[in-house]
């Protein structure tokens, strides 16, 4: 019993802002940068939560290899990736819940391995937030406090001000299945936070919800995690999810990391194909690099032509895929030309107009579709059967290895 | 498919058959033995048709019929307590093993279901015997020097019908058990809950249902068990079913084995209206104290 870890000390209960701009400052001295946390800022513990080297494995299935992270004290990180990748699992294996078979996770200084999850003071709240069906609400929201023994009058005060905090204390005495989707979600959040966790695990917090109510609730989470300094981990695969909450995001595949960086990061400089197609709408198309060096390569793609772009360790005579955004491409009339931008000539076959954006479905010379957003107000004047010329920054074009 | 679909007149339809079957087969004769039980027998000339509730009285005044019946009911009610508290951890493990290991336990759930109970029990007349393999096995580790007596006793009894009518009561928890969502029990143990504290606050309140209709069957099923209690009771332990058996079938005694039959009925479903009686008083009291914190807040 004596293992179980101590409740986070309160009096760290800065405003949002601060922690805002402590969990950035985080960010930028993680992701290399030099500059130091301000001085006002009460120094931040930058590996709060240390991951090493977690390795699980089911059976024959490796499900984690390798994975290792740090999260700092405050900070937001989301796990995204796809179905399969093992965010979950890693998820998990913090709770307690799965036993890595390799690594360690180590929670303010002390590893975690052998504690059983009772012992982590970890919240939780599920993807179906498994509310106590038989349970009152405020029988949900006590159940932390009455494990932790504490006295009754507590209890009450405790839980009632976890319910107003989710505006849901007129709902104490009413039962779980009674509230709608939302209202449960609220609920999940009070029950995990009234514990005062040292962590906050959130499991897919959105996917439950339908698509109106998700932007709803992303925005009350982000407020509710505002007011709230804890170090939080988030699994998703919705990378919109991820960048609208997270410090800094782990793109993971396949049992490994990918990537980790802040949303900004992974947008702009992604590190590999994989990464740049999760984080953002892309097009892709395949060739062979036919010159290489630091400062760029030259993809030359069958019926296309050459492309110039950024080089993410490709060397001449590699296979390479080329990946640009949609709204980095610019529609010019043919035949347009420039030395910064690589340029592709193309025809309009379907012009969707959006409201915020008009996207355009172009066909390239060698069959591939290409999309193309265009934000000026009304829509760009174009006709279905257009030709027309592609035009993008040769800085704006990323090429990693290509696959086989 | 969704229920609604079909009318409400729909289903009363479909529902016709069974109700006509359940009608003519068990209504029917249900009625006829309380008509046959107020009638009167006189063994020189046969059941004498009347409105007589004396073979009642002679049952209920009588310590030695009484007797019987409390211990109908005793060993029932053990049987169920019995089967309860052993078929958790088989439910347990039924829901988290897979393969053959689930499959063997089935089997062996079902086996003395499917098997005569006659076999079943003279399967434990050789195991409880006084030379049989539980004396020895307890002799022979220095539990007890004297063979135990458990042929022939309430307690022998009670394993026979433990070990038949355990399958039921498994198989209503584990299906109670299977429908509770996993994620529940991970939640109580981030919130500082124990496996065991877990399994009292949410995994047993939520099989609650489950256990409610195992203890119910294991419960009737016990009462009005005959070859089990019979053959490991005998006639120095007799239950109320020997009674009525003996009654109708030896004595041909046909109005007081019917005025038993309907003391075993009545006390059965008695004792599974009070537990009812009383569940509800107890939710009431509970929606009471919810709605008094309510108002004390």
């Known amino acids: 019993m004596d293992r179980s870890l101590e409740p986070r000390d309160r009096a760290l209960d800065a405003n949002s802002q601060q922690r805002a701009a402590a969990a950035t400052a985080a960010a930028r001295s993680i992701a290399g940068g030099a500059r130091s946390a301000e001085p006002h800022i009460e120094i931040v513990n930058m590996s709060y939560i240390e991951i090493q080297d977690l390795e699980v494995r089911y059976g024959n299935f490796q499900a984690l290899s390798g994975v290792s992270f740090n999260v700092a004290e405050r900070e937001r990180i989301c796990l995204l990736g796809p179905s399969g990748c093992g965010k979950t699992t890693t998820l998990q294996v913090m709770a307690g819940f799965v036993a890595p078979s390799g690594g360690e996770v180590r929670l303010a200084g002390r590893s975690l391995t052998g504690l059983a999850p009772e012992k982590r003071n970890i919240g939780i709240m599920f993807q179906n937030y498994a509310l106590f069906p038989h349970m009152t609400v405020f029988d949900n929201v006590a159940f932390g406090l009455r494990m932790r023994g504490v006295a009754p009058s507590e209890i009450k005060r405790q839980a009632m001000a976890a319910l107003e905090r989710v505006r849901l204390a007129h709902a104490a005495q009413k039962m779980p299945g009674m509230m709608s989707g939302g209202e449960q979600q609220r609920i999940a959040f009070a029950r995990a936070v009234v514990i005062k966790p040292s962590l906050l695990l959130l499991d897919e917090p959105f996917s439950n919800l339908d698509a109106r109510l998700r932007q709803e609730m992303r925005g009350e989470l982000l407020e509710l995690l505002a007011g709230l300094p804890i170090a939080t981990v988030m699994v998703t695969h919705d990378q919109e999810e991820a960048m609208a909450i997270a410090d800094r995001i782990v793109v993971m595949r396949a049992g490994r990391i990918q990537q980790i960086g802040t949303p900004g990061e992974i947008y702009s400089s992604p590190m590999s194909l994989f990464a740049a197609r999760f984080i953002g709408d892309s097009n892709t198309f395949a060739g062979k690099v036919t010159k290489a060096d630091g400062n760029g390569v030259e993809v030359e793609i069958a019926g296309l032509g050459h492309i110039r772009g950024r080089n993410h360790g490709l060397s001449a005579g590699d296979k390479a895929e080329i990946l640009v955004r949609p709204q980095h491409v610019t529609l010019a009339k043919p035949g347009f030309a420039e030395g910064q931008r690589n340029v592709v000539p193309a025809t309009v076959e379907r012009v969707l107009f959006l409201g915020h954006r008009t996207e355009i479905h172009v066909r390239l010379g060698d069959g591939t579709m290409f999309i193309v957003w265009a934000q000026e107000h009304g829509g760009p004047d174009v006709q279905q059967g257009a030709a027309v010329t592609l035009a993008w920054n040769v800085t704006d074009t990323f090429a990693f290895p290509g696959a086989g | ?297």
């Open chain 2, 1 to 297: 498919m969704r229920l609604d679909t079909i009318s409400l007149k729909g289903w009363l339809a479909l529902a016709l058959v069974p109700l006509a079957i359940f009608a003519v087969f068990y209504v029917v004769p249900v009625f006829q033995l309380f008509w046959l039980s107020l009638s009167r027998f006189d063994p020189s000339v046969g059941i004498i048709p009347a409105v007589d509730p004396g073979y009642f009285i002679e049952f209920l005044t009588d310590g030695y019929y009484l007797g019987i019946l409390g211990r109908t009911v005793f060993v029932s009610l053990a049987a169920t307590l019995a089967t309860a508290i052993l078929a958790y951890p088989l439910a347990i493990y039924l829901l988290t093993s897979k393969g053959w290991r689930q499959t063997s336990l089935l089997v062996a759930l079902v086996l003395p279901l499917v098997t005569s109970s006659i076999v079943v029990s003279y399967g434990w007349l050789i195991l409880l015997g006084q030379k049989g393999l539980v004396n020895n096995l307890a002799m022979g580790l220095g539990i007890t020097s004297e063979p135990l007596q458990l042929m022939y006793t309430d307690t022998g009894i009670v394993i026979g019908l433990t070990h038949v009518l355990l399958v039921f009561m498994s198989l209503s928890i584990a299906a109670s058990m299977q429908g509770i969502d996993a994620n529940l029990a991970k939640a109580a143990r981030s919130l500082g809950a124990t496996p065991w504290t877990t399994f009292r606050k949410i995994t047993f309140p939520l099989t609650l249902p489950g256990l409610r209709t195992g203890c119910l069957l294991v419960f009737s099923l016990s009462m009005s068990a005959y070859a089990t209690p019979v053959l490991i009771g005998g006639s120095r332990r007799k239950v109320l079913s020997y009674l009525i058996y003996q009654q109708s079938s030896s004595l041909l005694n046909w109005p007081f084995a019917a005025a038993m039959a309907v003391v075993l009925l009545v006390s059965t479903l008695g004792i599974v209206g009070l537990v009812r009686l009383y569940e509800r008083v107890r939710k009431n009291a509970a929606r009471h104290g919810a709605v008094a914190v309510e108002a004390g807040r």
